[in-house]
């Protein structure tokens, strides 16, 4: 009787709050963090016995057609400007510098090729890569280190990271537009396919820019 009285006592002393409370809770936490945060994390924070999906869930549906979405960036959840009002936030995200060509067709192509190794880079690219490409991109987060490639040598990957989704409103990598897409809206070049130029013929990395420096000034 005594356990038995010890259990329900126990049951009401860490009983969830109403799920209305819940979404106010996971609300607080994504308005205040500059970084997506992951389910777990909500939970971690929120009381024992709270339903950190369910709360999300109806959060989500709470900011539908506002100004603010509730939006899924990888395996994370963050509050964002509603994408056709971000002509409002132009003044803020004004960009003074660009990225050179090097930086550009890297991150394309560990988005669109993940994972890939810098020998799969270099070959796709037809140039070598220069190692302050890739620490640079590294330092920005918006490239990471995956899993090595069971062949010799184990050589490691590169795959792009949830800093890089959420930077261009993306939810996974395969969100990313098409070559057609690409193409039309005047950010691919008709480049020869590979293999039509001879692997590093026409143009050297260190010959286009200083190989130490991501960024250009326009």
């Known amino acids: 009787m005594t356990d038995a009285t010890e259990e329900e006592g126990t049951g009401t002393l860490f009983e969830a709050p109403p799920l209305a409370e819940q979404e106010r809770m996971v609300e607080a936490v994504l308005f205040a963090s500059a970084e997506p945060v992951t389910i777990a994390d909500l939970e971690a924070r929120m009381p024992h016995g709270s339903d950190a999906v369910q709360a999300v869930e109806m959060l989500q549906k709470r900011y539908e057609g506002r100004g603010v979405r ?127 130029i001879p692997l590093g013929e026409g143009r050297e990395e260190d010959q286009d820019e200083d190989q130490t420096e991501l960024f250009e000034e326009e």
């Open 70 to 196: 509730v939006v899924k960036v990888g395996e994370a959840w963050a509050i964002r400007t509603a994408p056709d009002l971000g002509f409002l936030m132009q003044k803020e995200t004004v960009e003074t510098r660009k990225l050179s060509r090097a930086a550009i067709e890297t991150l394309a192509i560990v988005a669109y090729h993940q994972p890939c190794t810098r020998a799969e880079i270099e070959e796709i690219r037809g140039v070598s890569v220069s190692r302050g490409t890739i620490d640079q991109l590294l330092e920005m987060e918006w490239i990471r280190l995956g899993r090595r490639r069971m062949t010799p040598g184990r050589p490691v990957t590169f795959v792009v990271t949830p800093q890089f989704l959420d930077h261009f409103g993306l939810e996974n990598a395969r969100d990313l537009p098409g070559l057609k897409e690409l193409r039309a809206a005047g950010l691919l070049e008709n480049r020869p396919p590979p293999g039509t």
